[in-house]
């Protein structure tokens, strides 16, 4: 299953685009196929600060909550609301469907992420799937 | 996990099965069993299927202990808090067996197969518990007491189309099963050897919807071939392959209780709310004067239901709090309930608190989300007349 090249990765399955000081932030279709059908999300207000590697919000399928990480430190300029109504959109395509949008505190954070071919490994060695 | 843990779990004769559908699994009180299959569509579509159409479940890891001999019945009665005098041979009863203090051993489907004949249908996790207890607990009746839990493969055709799909692979005519009752039948088509292998085949289920429960031979030929045809045979009915996903969000919908949940070692029966099921007026049975003393007590704690009214799901041990956020009581089961397409859950909390129409709060996540008391069952089926 394909990941987008222009998106960098974490090892919590979340995504990130940057387009210079803004980025958008998701989680991955491999995190939505684990999850299951997604029937909540609990996302930030604009204006909140995240912090790299934090808990941002969380996601949840029938069976389980799964925290969200933060991919990289900012200010959250702009929330996906149709998520929180529709979450199963998610699953149906979790690499368009952004999450938040952030003014970047730091892009050279994003440096330390895994490339798309990086993430691709990284989830083939991650068992059982 | 060490090797001796590795080797505790068990398999039901159709996991080679689940697993060439390439179902999820997951580990259940020890058994590795399918939580829900993606080519069924998920928990979601298992769910609803079995809503509108028919959704079939390998139970098999669910236990059986058979009682007979002359006192087969006094032995049912003295560890069972139902009547079982009044289940007549081919009838099923929903029961539970007790300690000493009114609390829960298990609850059981009790069948009566014969005339001193006893099969006690009980959960996956307490096998060996429930089979000790009803072993220690019955020596002084003339009765056998044997461990039937590995001799059947358990299927559970579950929905309003579940009469019309078993129908399609049995001679027996099913509308002379009345829900909780059971017969023999035959079972299988002409191009399968299964033609002269009667069954058991139960008008019973844990979804809340019509259905039935079939056990067959354990062996896994017979066990993936008659799974396969009744998937097969249910294709004009919408049917699909359903894990313990969707029968716990079916189950908690219906408010059946699950054992360790709803139902357990410290919780009694009349704060689960199935007096019901339970007859006082059986002079003796194990708890009843536990029973009894509690009743002249009052409850300090009563088994509710909440539907959430602000964004957030209350799930299983999250804290029940009133209104001014002070924790009052605990969530037994909690879920997103896919065909209501609501938020519930079942929770313990003080008898004031209970009234219908009550607003509660759960704690989710540090916060205190708003919730609702609501009446149960969340979800009742339209009974064909």
């Known amino acids: 299953m394909p990941y987008p090249s222009d998106f960098k990765y974490t090892k919590e399955h979340e995504w990130i685009k940057a387009e210079g000081k803004y980025a958008t932030i998701g989680i991955t279709s491999y995190a939505q196929d684990s999850l299951g059908d997604i029937v909540f999300v609990e996302l930030p207000k604009v204006g909140a600060e995240l912090a790299v590697g934090k808990v941002f919000g969380s996601v949840e399928s029938v069976k389980a909550v799964s925290d969200l990480y933060a991919p990289a430190s900012g200010t959250v300029q702009e929330v996906n609301s149709a998520l929180t109504a529709a979450p199963e959109k998610i699953n149906q395509d979790a690499h368009a469907a952004w999450m938040v949008k952030l003014e970047l505190k730091d892009p050279a954070e994003l440096n330390a992420l895994l490339s798309a071919a990086d993430y691709e490994k990284f989830v083939s060695e991650e068992g059982g799937h | ?385």
Not at chain 2, 288 to 311: D, F, H, V, Y
């Open chain 2, 1 to 385: 996990m060490t090797t001796a843990e590795a080797a505790a779990v068990r398999k039901t004769a159709l996991n080679a099965v689940h697993r060439q559908m390439g179902a999820k699994m997951v580990e259940f009180n020890g058994w590795d069993m399918p939580v829900e299959y993606p080519s069924s569509g998920g928990i979601i579509a298992e769910h609803n299927a079995v809503r509108t159409g028919v959704g079939i479940f390998d139970v098999s890891h669910m236990g059986d202990i058979r009682l007979t001999g002359p006192q087969a019945l006094d032995a049912v009665q003295h560890i069972s808090m139902n009547d079982a005098a009044r289940v007549a041979i081919g009838q099923a009863q929903y029961s539970a067996m007790l300690y000493p203090q009114g609390t829960f051993v298990d609850d059981v489907i009790v069948h009566r197969l014969g005339e001193d004949d006893y099969l006690l249908v009980i959960n996956a996790g307490t096998r060996e518990k429930d089979f000790d207890w009803v072993r220690n607990n019955t020596r002084q009746f003339d009765c056998r007491v044997e461990n039937l839990s590995d001799d059947f493969t358990q299927i559970a055709v579950q929905g309003p189309k579940a009469v019309e799909l078993l129908q399609r692979y049995t001679t027996l005519d099913l509308s002379t099963i009345k829900p909780y009752w059971f017969k023999r039948g035959i079972i299988g088509l002409a191009d399968q050897k299964l033609i002269g292998k009667e069954i058991l085949i139960g008008r019973t289920g844990y979804t809340g919807e019509d259905g039935f429960e079939i056990y067959i031979p354990p062996d896994e030929s017979t066990s993936a071939k008659v799974w396969y045809r009744l998937l097969d045979l249910g294709k004009e009915y919408g049917s699909v392959a359903c894990g313990l996903g969707s029968r716990n969000t079916l189950r908690l919908e219906a408010k059946m209780p699950l054992y360790g949940h709803e139902i357990s070692d410290t919780i009694n029966v009349w704060e689960a709310g199935l007096d019901r099921f339970c007859k006082m007026e059986k002079p003796e049975f194990i708890g009843r004067p536990a029973l009894e003393e509690a009743q002249g007590k009052g409850l300090s704690r009563t088994l509710i239901g909440l539907e959430m009214t602000e964004r957030g799901i209350a799930r299983d041990g999250y804290k029940v709090q009133d209104e001014s956020g002070r924790e009052i009581g605990y969530v037994t089961s909690g879920s997103y309930a896919p065909f209501l397409k609501k938020n519930i859950a079942l929770a313990y909390v003080p008898p004031e608190f209970a009234a219908v129409g009550r607003h509660l709060h759960v704690e989710i996540r540090n916060q205190g989300v708003k919730a609702v008391v609501v009446s149960t069952p969340f979800y009742k089926r339209q009974k064909k007349n």
